[in-house]
Nanobody
Framework: QVQLVESGGGLVQAGGSLRLSCAAS????????MGWFRQAPGKEREFVAAISRSGGDTDYVDSVKGRFAISRDNAKNTVYLQMNSLKPEDTATYYCAAKFSLFYSLSAYYKGSRDYDSWGQGTQVTVSS
């Protein structure tokens, strides 16, 4: 099983940017489709972005389209979430997730939290108005 560690969270003013990183260890990240989720206090965990094993296919929740970008560097076993034009409603704990998908299409990605096998501990993002 892969271990995931997120970093890059913090406090930022509305309109600012942050880049989250998710470092994978234990198994090659190339075997995993990856995703980012977030959870705000009192709310359910929400899908944010997903990326296929190849990195060529991505998807986003509507509320972040055009502002967030997910990418991956398989040589570094790392997935990124670039967050621009941040809004107070983006405030949440952000979680990285991995789904072992070696035997599935290189272009497959997943949007359901139950699809994922491994989760990081989360990193807090706070956007002030």
């Amino acid at each position: 099983q892969v271990q995931l560690v997120e970093s890059g969270g913090g406090l930022v003013q509305a309109g600012g940017s942050l880049r989250l990183s998710c470092a994978a260890s234990g198994r090659s990240a190339k075997s995993y489709s990856m995703g980012w989720f977030r959870q705000a206090p009192g709310k359910e965990r929400e899908f944010v972005a997903a990326i296929s094993r190849s990195g060529g296919d991505t998807d986003y929740v509507d509320s972040v389209k055009g502002r967030f970008a997910i990418s991956r560097d398989n040589a570094k076993n790392t997935v990124y979430l670039q967050m621009n034009s941040l809004k107070p409603e983006d405030t949440a704990t952000y979680y990285c997730a991995a789904k072992f998908s070696l035997f599935y299409s290189l272009s497959a990605y997943y949007k359901g939290s139950r699809d994922y096998d491994s989760w990081g501990q989360g990193t807090q993002v706070t956007v002030s108005s």
